[in-house]
């Protein structure tokens, strides 16, 4: 199994500063894909893989966010998501995600305390591995909890195409956009092994976290 990806490296500076109404600028637009539609006949393993996938490749934008700014120990949301990761491929594994929750919630950081960009992806990226153990905790949320991941993800990634090039994404032009297609293509090419695993497979939970891991990039290019 292979998950193709698009190198596409942005100009993330993290010097620089930001306007004061930038973060009231950022418009939130639901882009649909029918990806959307195929999900929601995932069972819960595949809902949970699916969603782990997608947060190990948000985790290199918080990394450098806390490397640059020193905001948080990167190391601590590496922690919560492998305990999901041992949830999945350890037989018998228990895990407290109400404590892994709380632990969560001192990394996240807010807009109004930096003026640089890399801290809308970071949020993102907390709440992506948030939206995750919500539902962890509630198991009827889940299906809603990986729509909501999936969604945060390609928003990551079309915000800061607007931020670039100040033209809003939308459902109309999204497909003219290389980048926003490129997000959802590694989506498509995580969800295409999951949907065709008959039952819960292991190796390929571990094949999927060895990839995206060895890959080290993130959706918004950003590389570990």
């Keep these: 199994m292979e ?20 973060s009231a600028t950022i418009e939130v637009t639901m882009l649909q894909n029918p990806l959307q539609l195929r999900l929601e006949k995932f069972e819960p393993w595949q809902q949970i893989t699916f969603m782990a996938c997608l947060c190990e490749r948000m985790y290199p934008n918080y990394a450098m966010f806390c490397e640059h700014t020193q905001f948080a120990e990167a190391r601590i949301y590496r922690d919560i998501l492998d305990s999901v990761w041992e949830l999945m491929t350890v037989k018998n594994a228990k895990v407290n995600f109400e404590h892994q929750l709380e632990k ?3 990394l996240i950081p807010t807009s109004d305390a930096f003026d640089v960009y890399a801290v809308y992806p970071a949020i993102d990226a907390c709440e992506g591995l948030a939206t995750l153990l ?5 198991r009827d949320d889940l299906a809603e909890a990986m729509i909501k991941v999936s969604q945060i993800s390609v928003q990551t990634v079309a915000q800061l195409e607007e931020a670039q090039t100040g033209e809003e994404i939308t459902n109309d032009n999204q497909k003219e956009n290389e ?14 092994p999951l949907r065709e695993a008959v039952e819960r497979d292991i190796d390929l939970i571990k094949d999927l976290r060895k990839e995206l891991r060895e890959e080290g990039v993130s959706n918004i290019g950003v590389a570990l």
């Design 104 to 106: 969560l919630e001192e």
């Design 3 to 22: 998950i193709v990806h698009r190198r596409v490296f942005f100009p993330l500076c993290l010097s620089s500063t930001l306007p004061l109404s930038f």
């Design 134 to 138: 919500h539902g962890l905790l509630d």
């Design 179 to 192: 980048a926003v297609c490129a997000e959802w293509d590694v989506q498509w090419a995580i969800f295409r």
